[in-house]
Every structure is written in structure tokens, then in C-alpha cells.
């Protein structure tokens, strides 16, 4: 995208009073920011803009600013990558609010990748630190991107697991990109930009004030395929982040804890709401569609997913078993009466392979009797 064109995206991420999704009805209206810029009085209050946000764009409100903003940007080795831009990672583009603009070092290509968000409090116990270092590590070397907010506690333990497993991470950041929040985290971020990515949509400069992080958190979620919370009490800013992904149809993945410790009772409700109980990488990969199951786990990496997978090639079937296995599919449900109608069994039969197969991890049931492979 041409230099003189990303002035106008940074100065109307930065007009008082224009929100993001109001930013984006503007956009549409006029078809470009520039556009929005070069538009008159009237036409700007014809889109249902407040008068004083209409002045401000109107006065060309924020130019000058994103000016510099764009050379300091520059000088710091960070890239600037807009809504319009081919960089922009396909499934943030998706949610309701998408930043217009972000800032990123490292690299962007990263973003784009199949991701996984690990979040939870900044008071870890010993329990849930090591957890989030192990899914992360584990799923990081399985190709997922790490995805969390470089925040103490599980945010950090999950950053860390997926760069000791060889893999990539993102840290989204509640500041300005080149303001580090914890300073003792300053480390770990250059590890992250070594080895992955480090965006904000939030100005150069900008202070990690507490309304900064639920903001900032749309964004872990959304460039993410699924969540996961690692210990979050009860109101835990992880909580919105589930919450988040829930509006933007990602999954949600649960590590269950200690009913007796305040940090579990966010997972544990969660998952009493529905969400995914996680204990190992495969619960998470098992989850998605079919074709990202099959390229994070291609026949040579399936015999080290664990006891859940290794017995899909291990396991000697029954020829019932056979039968009713090749019958399922792994990208759609079936339920229980096309399987009666599909295979050449008395209906005890079926049941009983189907028992035996989901008790050999090899498949699952859905709510409603509906039957599903897991891989």
C-alpha cells in the first residue's frame, strides 16, 4: 500500500468519538478513508456521524498526526498493515470490529496461519503454568501459532512453551507496540519477534491503561481458530476473551482445575457451559475441520499423538468395528439411524461396535445421537 494512503487509516483509527465499527460504516459509504477525508460537511453528517466527529474529519482532523506517526513508525522497524491490505490476516478481517490498522514487528505472515489463543490469569498456580507451557509447546510443534497477550502468568508460560517447542507465537499487546508491558517481559518479547509476531492496534506510545486490554482482546480471538483458558477466576479478563470468541464463532476449550482454587472456577464453569475440556494437544486438534486436522497431523505425526490417536493405527478392529468405522466421517456428524441404514448389521450390532469404538477413543457422540470420527 502507497505511503501516502496510510496516513488516512491511522488518522481515522485516531478521530474522538468515531468507533471502530462506526469507522467501518464510513468506509463503506465512501469506499476509502481518503475518500471519507475529501468528502463534504454535509456528506459526512448524511452517514449519521455526530456533528463534532463530522467537523473533525471535515478539518482533517489526525492528518498531521499520522504523519509523523507513520515516520516514527518507520524508524522503528515496525510495519503498518490496514484493513485493505493483503497481509491482513484472513480470519481477524472476519469479526464484527476488526481494527482498521495494525502494528507489527516480527513476522506478519504469522498472523495468517492456523492459530490457537492460550489465555488465564496473571496469578497462576504451579499447576496451571506447566499446563500452558505443555499445550503450547506441544501444539506449537504440531504447526499451530500461539496466540496469547504477553501478560504475566498463563499468557507468558504459554508464549514461552510454544517457543521451547520450536513453533511461532503472537503477542497481542494492550499498548503501544513498542511500549512493553510487563517491563519484565522485554526479553521474552524479542524472543517473540525472533520467532513469530508482536501487533497492537493501539498508537506508538500509547500506556497499558486497564480499558486497553478487553479491547485488545477481540483480537487474540479473532485471529485465532479456538481459545483456550488455563485457570481465570471469576472475573477474569480470560472470561471476556471467551466470551469474545463465543460472538466471533470460534471454539472454546476448557482446562478443567481444583474445584477447591479460585483460578479454577473459570474454566470448570465454563465447561460446564459447554465448552471443550482439554488435557492434552489432541483435544484441542481433534476439534477443528477436517482438512486443518489433516494438515496439522499427517499420517508420519499421528503416531505420536497419544493414546487417542495412536490407536486408530494400532487397534485391530473387529469386523464390525470395520464396518461401522469406514461408515463415519470426520468433517460431519451422522446420526444414529443413516448408520442402521447405511450397513449391513442387525441394529445390536451397530451399537455395540459404535460403544466399542468411542471407548477406544476412535470416535465421539454428539448430543442428539449423532456419531462423528475424530480423526
Not at 4 to 11: G, K, R
Not at 297 to 322: R, V
Amino acid at each position: 500500500m502507497a505511503d501516502d494512503i496510510l496516513p488516512f487509516w491511522l488518522a481515522l483509527a485516531r478521530v474522538d468519538g468515531l468507533g471502530v465499527r462506526s469507522a467501518h460504516k464510513l468506509i463503506e459509504h465512501f469506499g476509502s478513508p481518503q475518500a471519507a477525508y475529501m468528502a463534504s460537511l454535509t456528506e459526512l453528517e448524511s452517514c449519521g456521524l455526530t456533528a463534532p466527529v463530522a467537523q473533525a474529519i471535515f478539518a482533517q482532523a489526525g492528518l498531521k498526526e499520522a504523519e509523523k506517526e507513520l515516520e516514527a513508525a518507520t524508524k522503528a522497524g515496525c510495519a503498518l498493515i490496514t484493513l485493505a491490505s493483503d497481509a491482513y490476516p484472513l480470519l481477524l478481517r472476519e469479526i464484527a470490529d476488526p481494527p482498521l490498522v495494525l502494528y507489527a514487528r516480527g513476522d506478519v505472515q504469522a498472523l495468517s496461519q492456523h492459530a490457537l489463543a492460550i489465555v488465564g490469569t496473571r496469578r497462576p498456580t504451579a499447576y496451571g503454568s506447566s499446563v500452558a507451557h505443555r499445550l503450547a509447546s506441544d501444539l506449537a510443534q504440531r504447526g499451530l501459532v500461539i496466540v496469547s497477550g504477553l501478560a504475566r502468568g498463563i499468557d507468558s508460560a504459554s508464549h514461552r512453551g510454544a517457543l521451547e517447542g520450536g513453533g511461532k507465537t503472537v503477542a497481542v499487546l494492550g499498548s503501544g507496540i513498542d511500549v512493553i508491558y510487563p517491563g519484565e517481559n522485554k526479553s521474552l518479547a524479542k524472543k517473540i519477534i525472533e520467532s513469530g509476531a508482536m501487533i497492537s492496534e493501539f498508537p506508538l506510545g500509547t500506556g497499558p491503561t486497564p480499558q486497553n486490554f478487553p479491547i485488545r482482546n477481540r483480537i487474540i480471538s479473532g485471529l485465532a481458530l479456538g481459545v483456550v483458558i488455563v485457570e481465570a477466576a471469576e472475573y477474569s479478563g480470560s472470561l471476556i476473551t471467551a466470551r469474545l470468541a463465543l460472538e466471533q464463532n470460534r471454539e472454546v476449550f476448557a482446562v478443567p482445575g481444583n474445584i477447591t482454587s479460585a483460578q479454577s472456577f473459570g474454566p470448570n464453569h465454563l465447561i460446564k457451559q459447554g465448552a471443550k475440556l482439554v488435557d492434552q494437544w489432541v483435544d484441542v486438534i481433534e476439534e477443528f475441520p477436517a482438512t486443518i486436522r489433516m494438515q496439522l497431523l499427517p499420517p508420519d505425526e499421528a503416531s505420536k499423538a497419544g493414546p487417542q490417536t495412536t490407536s486408530l493405527f494400532e487397534t485391530s478392529l473387529s469386523p464390525d468395528q470395520k464396518t461401522v468405522f469406514e461408515t463415519l466421517r470426520a468433517d460431519e456428524a451422522l446420526f444414529i439411524d443413516s448408520i442402521f441404514g447405511a450397513v449391513q448389521l442387525s441394529q445390536p450390532r451397530v451399537l455395540a461396535a459404535l460403544l466399542e469404538l468411542e471407548m477406544s477413543g476412535l470416535i465421539r457422540q454428539l448430543p442428539g445421537k449423532n456419531f462423528i470420527r475424530k480423526l
